[in-house]
């Protein structure tokens, strides 16, 4: 079963306005990931916290953790056209010793110019 | 470095065919993993190695095989394809296992989608 589960599925904003994508997940982890993919592209990484970290921020992506609520939510502020992708989460489960990372569904994010 | 690579980029099978696809990585990373990607359920894990000649199984194995003679190259081969097995594929890696001890991210390769019909 799917570890991550992200809300909403699509997201259509204009640009400049923020765009907030929530993760859900089921059990105990070490750390939750963001990627990017970029349509018939590979996914990207774009962020990583740790299970004793509650927030992080990389250039204009801000990523909370709520380890009491199994959530994480990743916001992008001013957002731009090219920033239109699909997001997933990810995340490293404390007993999977082997190093399996387990993704969401995806949020489809589309930017209008 | 060309980073993770996968060959062949598109390829139609006929029910019942075998074939390999294949992937490697150029930056020494143990850890490696197949994933399929098909629209409306994210990334699911196939199988994934910590290592030369270890490998294991993820979420949905059935299907396919794997091995890992060298740290480079982890192919997956699809025995007798079947029209379920239609997605695209995505071969990941990182230096290490993406664990409890480890907070490495994963690089992806730009995948092989893949038609059975």
């Known amino acids: 079963s799917q570890q991550g589960e992200e809300d909403p599925q699509a997201l259509s904003i204009q640009e400049g306005e923020n765009a907030t994508m929530n993760c859900s997940y089921k059990t105990s982890i070490n750390n939750l990931q963001w990627y990017r993919q970029n349509s018939g592209r590979g996914l990207v990484h774009l962020i990583l916290?740790?299970?004793?970290?509650r927030e992080k921020h990389s250039g204009r992506l801000r990523v909370t953790l709520d380890t009491s609520k199994k959530s994480s939510s990743l916001l992008i502020t001013a957002s731009r056209a090219a920033d239109t992708a699909s997001y997933f989460c990810a995340t490293a489960s404390i007993y999977n010793q082997g190093g399996k990372l387990i993704f969401g569904q995806g949020t489809e994010l589309s930017v209008k110019p | 470095n060309a980073g993770v690579t996968q060959t062949p980029k598109f390829q139609v099978l006929k029910t019942g065919q075998s074939m390999t696809l294949q992937c490697a990585q150029d930056m020494n990373h143990e850890y490696m993993s197949w994933y399929r990607q098909d629209p409306g359920m994210g990334l699911r894990l196939i199988h994934y190695s910590v290592g030369a000649g270890i490998t294991d199984q993820g979420e949905v194995p059935n299907g396919y095989n794997v091995s890992r003679s060298t740290t480079e190259d982890f192919p997956l081969r699809l025995l007798s394809a079947a029209p379920s097995q239609t997605s695209v594929y995505f071969c990941?890696?990182?230096?290490?296992?993406?664990?409890?001890?480890?907070?490495?991210?994963?690089?992806f390769g730009p995948g092989t989608r893949l038609t059975v019909l």
């Open positions: 990941a890696s990182s230096y290490r296992a993406v664990g409890a001890t480890s907070t490495d991210t994963q690089y």
């Open positions: 916290i740790r299970s004793n970290e």
